[in-house]
């Protein structure tokens, strides 16, 4: 009698510490932490301030890469997501990365009259060439739900994307340069229309190849794809000089490029 007691009081425990973990949301840490002081209004702003410093280090830590894997962002931090990335502190970083690009170039690479057609860029499209901000807007997600492929590839379709900011200047100042821009997207082939007319009408033109996930490739995680194309590239005796994406799967794999630029964007995890 008194094993079948234990037994019970374990699985009992045992479930409650499961659904704990499930359920666990650091709203209802903080509030706890709180309560002694709600009275006199500090537990309020206590919580404010908790909050915002906690969605702040997940974001810092999903861009430095230590974060991974996530389907969704926490829900208490998707406002947070969406007030960096609809904000000026989002464009001045893209900003800053673009100058590290432009010194990159000046202190290690080729200018015009010295390349001799081999050396090459490459870039990612979605949140580093085209912005993928007025879809989340449009649909209230930044993260907070999954992905739904089928209406997001709806909405390349409608070719509204517009460039992300900066990103065109960089873009015309390497190809300026005389080195060729390599495209290499996991959207599907199928939107190969759509993608060039949006980024024709976004500002980029004269490209050397764009590169999207054909029937053979959809089965494969985007870095095992994206390492493949740069591994083709380098067997034809291109020189890549820099790689520049939004997800570190863009870069993942060998062979590595020279240098490696990420720009910001926690709304979603591409492996």
Known sequence: MDRSIFISLALTSLLIGVVSARDWNILNQLKGLG??????????????TNLKRYCESWRINVEVHNIRNYDVVPQECVAHVEKYMTSSQYEDDVERAVDEVILHFGSKCCSKTKCDGMDAWIFDIDDTLLSTIPYHKKNGFFGGEKLNTTKFEDWIKKKKAPAVPHMVKLYHEIRE????????????????????????????????????RGIEDEQKEVKQYKSEKRTW???????????????WSSFAGCPLPKRTFKL????????
């Open 264 to 271: 910001p964007n926690s709304i979603y995890y591409v492996a």
């Open 233 to 247: 590239l380098i067997s034809l005796g291109y020189r890549v000089w820099g790689v520049m994406g939004d997800q």
């Open 177 to 212: 340069r005389g080195i060729k821009i390599f495209l290499i997207s996991s959207r599907k082939e199928y939107l190969r229309s759509a993608t060039v007319d949006n980024l024709i009408q976004a500002g980029y033109y004269g490209w050397s190849n764009l590169l999207l």
């Open 35 to 48: 309560s002694s002081s709600s009275q006199n209004g500090v537990g309020s702003s206590n919580l404010s």
